[in-house]
């Protein structure tokens, strides 16, 4: 059974740090595209991140370039996001997803990923 697991939300101060986590379980995930997406309270689900399966670029949402980063760890099988300088309107919960082997021009778009994580909460307050 394919299952995706994020870890590693909680609450912050602005300007702090986390890092995220994605596991995965019943698939390898370095054979599929990960997305980070985000969905706060009353707004649309909107893609954050993009990992291509392989080597690649990966994609940023222009919201977080130049604050997060995006990685795997093969040998963990998760990908991790690391978020710095984060931001009050950064608060959201964070979800990963599986597509197929590239990020694509559809990265950003939820419908393009076909398996999920249940979400980790992240909140930036002071």
């Known amino acids: 059974q394919l299952q995706l697991v994020e870890s590693g939300g909680g609450l912050v101060q602005p300007g702090g740090s986390l890092r995220l986590s994605c596991a995965a379980s019943?698939?390898?995930?370095?054979?599929?595209?990960i997305g980070w997406f985000r969905q706060a309270p009353g707004k649309e689900r909107e893609g954050v991140s993009c990992?291509?399966?392989?080597?690649?670029?990966?994609n940023f949402a222009d919201s977080v370039k130049g604050r997060f980063t995006i990685s795997r760890d093969n040998a963990k099988n998760t990908v991790y996001l690391q978020m710095n300088s984060l931001k009050a309107e950064d608060t959201a919960i964070y979800y990963c997803?599986?597509?197929?082997?590239?990020?694509?021009?559809?990265?950003?778009?939820?419908?393009?990923?076909?398996?999920w994580g249940q979400g980790t909460q992240v909140t930036v307050s002071s």
């Open positions: 997803a599986a597509k197929g082997l590239l990020c694509g021009s559809s990265w950003s778009f939820p419908g393009a990923f076909g398996y």
């Open positions: 019943g698939f390898t995930l370095d054979n599929y595209a």
């Open positions: 990992i291509t399966s392989g080597a690649g670029s990966p």
